[in-house]
T-cell receptor, first 115, second 113 residues
Framework: NAGVMQNPRHLVRRRGQEARLRCSPM?????VYWYRQLPEEGLKFMVYLQKENIIDESGMPKERFSAEFPKEGPSILRIQQVVRGDSAAYFCASSPRDRANNEQFFGPGTRLTVL | QQQVKQSPQSLIVQKGGISIINCAYENTAFDYFPWYQQFPGKGPALLIAIRPDVSEKKEGRFTISFNKSAKQFSLHIMDSQPGDSATYFCAARSGGSNYKLTFGKGTLLTVNP
């Protein structure tokens, strides 16, 4: 029973390039959350998605960031024209459909470094 | 505005001692309070969680104490072991429709042998 999978685990980009981070939720999970962790900080909520729907993107920067969770395939967090301040660990979490038991299971994260 | 305040930032405990980490929150709409453990290079893993209608929950060496009127909750690790050395995050979950987690800044626990 595979857990939440994220790839790549490490990503290096130069300023101005695009970064694409992928998240495959646990089997049977239809809810995906993205969080960002800056050095020596807690995780900050970015966006909450269900299949083909963005439910809450209140934590997403207004520009350059977008997320999707298509009907087929992984969830994608896309950062366009990256800047040094985007360097962080990005974590994806998934939870099952049942809201009464809504524990979030986290993936290992993608560590983005912007040169 | 930090909605969940966690202290201390770091903690050093001797093997066999008790580790205590405290958190405080402001938003009374929070309805679920988990603690996560994170090892370097790994994602957070759920350790133990509590709901506000319970004042204490114990699982093995880990206990959450919850004070609803003071809007505070704490994690106690009994008989701390070197393998417990990690960063611990408290969190609070919003009710309603999206269940997003708001995290504290974390406590780096070091348990000396």
């Amino acid at each position: 029973n595979a857990g939440v999978m994220q790839n790549p685990r490490h990503l290096v980009r130069r300023r101005g390039q695009e970064a694409r981070l992928r998240c495959s939720p646990m089997k049977g999970h239809s809810h995906v959350y993205w969080y960002r962790q800056l050095p020596e900080e807690g995780l900050k909520f970015m966006v909450y998605l269900q299949k083909e729907n963005i439910i809450d993107e209140s934590g997403m920067p207004k520009e350059r960031f977008s997320a999707e969770f298509p009907k087929e395939g992984p969830s994608i967090l896309r950062i366009q024209q990256v800047v040094r301040g985007d360097s962080a660990a990005y974590f994806c979490a998934s939870s099952p459909r049942d809201r009464a038991n809504n524990e979030q299971f986290f993936g290992p994260g993608t560590r983005l470094t912007v040169l | 505005q930090q909605q969940v305040k966690q202290s201390p930032q770091s903690l050093i405990v001797q093997k066999g001692g008790i580790s205590i980490i405290n958190c405080a929150y402001e938003n009374t709409a929070f309805d679920y309070f988990p603690w996560y453990q994170q090892f370097p290079g790994k994602g957070p893993a759920l350790l133990i969680a509590i709901r506000p209608d319970v004042s204490e929950k114990k699982e093995g060496r880990f206990t959450i104490s919850f004070n609803k009127s003071a809007k505070q909750f704490s994690l106690h690790i009994m008989d701390s072991q070197p393998g417990d050395s990690a960063t611990y995050f408290c969190a609070a979950r919003s009710g309603g429709s999206n269940y997003k987690l708001t995290f504290g800044k974390g406590t780096l626990l070091t348990v000396n042998p």
